[in-house]
């Protein structure tokens, strides 16, 4: 690379190649598409109605207004901070990084009343551990902390990773596993996998805390990243049948 096309591109007012590609092609902005973010929040609101209908009567909410109400209060605070325009990971929409990460934020709290059952705790000692604050963006950086915190009463902490499945495939990162192991080495604190999947209307319950890693068959997915895919036999909880006993739904992995 000569010095002229360097100063050529500087005088355009450029020191970077790829930005002034970009700058070009007139892809270096991103244009929310409001009306489209609108048709997901109804869609949202649609699946979870559905949901309700569709999972056992003893975990289902009376007033499903309790959940659908979050997307609009989700939506208002991330567009009141600015947030949406800055919502590009990997390159995606910020309408789909928004739908797809709202998608798995309402399974967890339409699920806490049943976790907490499950569990055998009280739902106010289950708390968010997963960087939830709506006006920071890390909130929707990928990462491998946790979901949720359970205190029970013997003041034992069990962490929660809550996932959802909602196309029939369904993996456990790697980074997770890797997380889990070092915090039972050094804390002594359980970790648990609760991955949901509403394609098949089944929920797995995996301690994940004592695996071996190295015995561990992981296949390549999520843009590079290591994970393991979670065996059909795991799936034990059915969700249109009555909420069943942890010890009866718990897989060690």
Known sequence: MSNYERSFRAA?????????????????????????????NNRLKEIYEKINGAISSNIQFSDIDAI???VDEAYQIMRDNNIFPRLNNQGR??????????????????????????????EENIYHTGQDDLTNLETFARSA????????????????????????????KRSKILEAI??????????????????????????????????????????NTDVLSINSDWFVWKLANPL????????ML
């Open 68 to 70: 659908t109400i979050k």
């Open 182 to 223: 070092t915090r039972k080495t050094t804390n002594g604190i359980i970790t648990y996998v609760v991955h949901i999947d509403i394609f098949n209307g089944k929920a797995a319950i995996i301690d994940i805390s004592k695996a071996n890693d190295m015995s561990l068959q992981y296949h390549k997915a999520f843009e």
């Open 145 to 172: 902390t946790a979901d949720l915190e359970i205190i029970t009463e013997n003041n034992q902490r069990i962490r929660l990773e809550m996932q959802a499945g909602y196309t029939g495939t369904n993996d456990i």
């Open 93 to 122: 929409t910020p309408d789909d990084v928004y739908y797809n990460w709202m998608r798995g934020f309402l399974i967890c709290e339409m699920f806490i009343p049943a976790i907490a059952r499950i569990f055998n705790v009280r």
């Open 244 to 251: 069943p006993l942890l010890e009866d739904v718990m897989i």
């Open 12 to 40: 355009l007012g450029f020191s970077n190649q790829e930005k002034l590609k970009k700058y070009f092609k007139a892809t270096d902005f991103v244009v929310v598409n409001w009306e489209k973010i609108q048709k997901c």
